[in-house]
């Protein structure tokens, strides 16, 4: 009997009610997500963070190409915590309505796309931010890290999938997806660490708690996935591992709005 069949046996006889809890705890989550993010258009300030390109230019005087930084557009940052919220909002409303009965389809196969693809939307949005707040303001920068991002969480769907034909677990999408993962936590801390040892002009202390909180939620999202394919106590289940996700989910997104709109947001 392939892994495959051992899942789709165990998974046949999730009872009704069962689903039906998860229905409405996506649907309880995505009020939470919902208002919060609403919350965060219509009671934040009007701050901004810029973003530049860096396109080289001929300096007639020197004869070489430098560097000619010019100001693409200022983002308003209270929008753009709310995007964050309202992505998951509409995923987690889309899993308890139309989508519910290929939710559960896939849930019983032990495996939940819509997840991921939220996550690459929404926590690629989120390392952005947190990129913009130490200095990360180069259009190419922000796009790369975005998509970097979204790709470690498009592995994600690749693990679930793949692992729907295999005896033993494969890890292969696993460690690809981490290795794609941890370049932006690079590029985030080498910004970090280059503001802190830069003199008198430091990030504000808020962003000293974001870097190392998010570092922390970022990775034990990982840390679940493991736990799910080690079957380790209550993530026997794959229910539990999906419950785990979304708390998870709910309480990244949580924290970092509201060390943003405490540490820039808020209205003086």
Not at 195 to 217: E, Q
């Amino acid at each position: 009997m392939t892994s495959k069949h051992i899942k789709s046996s165990i998974s046949a006889s999730i009872p009704e009610k069962t689903l039906q809890g998860l229905r409405r705890f996506n649907a309880i989550m995505g009020v939470l997500h919902l208002v919060q993010g609403l919350f965060m258009i219509l009671v934040s300030n009007d701050t901004t963070y810029p973003i530049f390109t860096n396109y080289l230019r001929f300096d007639v005087a020197t004869r070489s190409l430098t560097p000619n930084p010019q100001l693409l557009t200022n983002l308003r940052f209270g929008p753009a915590v709310a995007g964050f919220l309202l992505i998951s909002a509409i995923a987690h409303f889309y899993l308890a309505t139309i989508g519910y009965p290929r939710y559960v389809e896939n849930l019983k196969k032990g495996m939940n796309p819509v997840r991921f693809y939220e996550y690459a939307l929404s926590s690629s949005l989120m390392i952005v931010l947190i990129g913009m707040l130490v200095g990360i303001w180069d259009l190419g920068a922000i796009i790369a890290i975005f998509a970097v991002n979204a790709t470690m969480n498009l592995f994600g769907i690749m693990m679930e999938l793949h692992n729907q034909h295999t005896r033993k677990t494969d890890w292969t999408a696993f460690i690809y997806g981490c290795i794609a993962g941890i370049v932006p936590w690079i590029v985030v801390m080498l910004h970090f660490v280059g503001a802190v040892n830069s003199g008198d002009a430091k990030p504000p202390s808020f962003v000293y708690a974001i870097v190392p909180t998010l570092f922390v939620f970022f990775n034990i999202f990982a840390i679940n996935m493991v736990l799910q394919y080690k079957k380790v106590g209550r993530w026997k289940d794959y229910l539990f591992g999906e419950r785990v996700y979304i708390i998870l989910s709910l309480s990244a997104k949580t924290v970092l709005c509201w060390l943003i709109w405490t540490g820039t947001l808020a209205p003086i």
